[in-house]
């Protein structure tokens, strides 16, 4: 096929050899299958930032570290120069975090590369060397289902262990190969000890894992694998071999509304206290004595 624009340094630096078809084309980037030497190969090419419909959510991103302290300020500041850095920081977080991911045991591609916006990295494969379908596009037997299901929590652990959430953790992001499950799709990755909607975006992929195995295991709908692993990561007590029942007590204890309403009423009534000292003092500083 002809070489797409964004390719061709990649061709001419030696990187790839030949590109022989587009496999696919998502909101966030178009994904080639490309030959580099004697190995098939798939190149990941992002988007620029006005073309794609999957937006930077500032939610994604709370709790990524940025070192250089000029390029961060410039971030927050939303300058040209900011905005520049922070698209090569959201297109360079995918990299990262397969690379991350990759060491601590979790089956996502291996990350060859990444140069000028494209990402090259492993094809993962059927038994017949064609690209292996999505997860959405295969039917599962009840036992396929939970055999399937059980390797992506363990996953999800793992991931939890290194540092990240998926964040946007579907059927429509992993992969199924001979082997099984392989996570794909990880620019919004989210930092977990550093994010305040950690939880919450842990619960929703984990979620939608369960409602989606579930068409095929419905015993697995009656699962609260999201709540049981949040609760062990902060106990501290989480690591990558966990042994997971999808079990959790639900905290049945009834609020006690009028002690809720006396802390409320205390706290407002210190916020008067306060109010009322400020405004004796700058009243005091308006009437300076000679």
């Given at each position: ?83 520049k850095e922070q698209e090569k920081a959201w ?56 055999v399937y299901h059980a390797k992506v929590m ?137």
């Amino acid at each position: 096929m002809k070489i797409p624009k964004r390719l061709q340094p990649l061709v001419d630096d030696g990187l790839i050899d030949e590109v022989l078809v587009q496999l696919m084309s998502g909101k966030e980037a178009q994904v080639y299958v490309v030959r580099c030497g004697d190995d098939i190969r798939c190149a990941k090419v992002f988007k620029e930032a006005k073309q794609r419909s999957f937006k930077q959510a500032v939610q994604y991103q709370e709790g990524r570290k940025e070192r250089n302290s000029r390029r961060s300020r410039a971030m927050a500041k939303k300058t040209r120069y900011g905005q520049k850095e922070q698209e090569k920081a959201w297109l360079n977080s995918e990299v990262d975090a397969l690379y991350r991911l990759a060491a601590a045991g979790v089956r996502v591609p291996e990350p060859f590369g990444f140069v000028d916006g494209v990402l090259l990295m492993e094809l993962i494969t059927d038994g017949d060397d064609y690209a292996a379908p999505r997860l959405d596009d295969v039917i599962l037997t009840p036992e396929q289902a939970r055999v399937y299901h059980a390797k992506v929590m363990q996953d999800v652990v793992r991931m939890l262990c290194a540092g990240l959430i998926h964040g946007d953790l579907s059927e429509f992001n992993v992969l199924v190969d001979p082997s099984g499950p392989v996570i794909i799709d990880l620019p919004q990755a989210v930092d977990a000890a550093g994010n305040n909607a950690a939880q919450e975006m842990l619960e929703r992929d984990v979620d939608n894992m369960r409602a989606y195995f579930g068409r095929f295991a419905p015993e697995l709908l009656d699962t609260y694998y999201g709540k049981e692993i949040w609760k062990l990561y902060e106990s501290g007590e989480l690591h990558p071999e966990s042994h997971l029942t999808g079990e959790f007590d639900h905290d049945t204890h009834t609020a006690d509304v009028d002690e809720l309403l006396a802390v409320i009423d205390d706290a407002l009534e210190e916020e008067a206290e306060r109010a009322a000292r400020m405004q004796d003092d700058d009243d005091d500083d308006s009437h300076p004595s000679y």
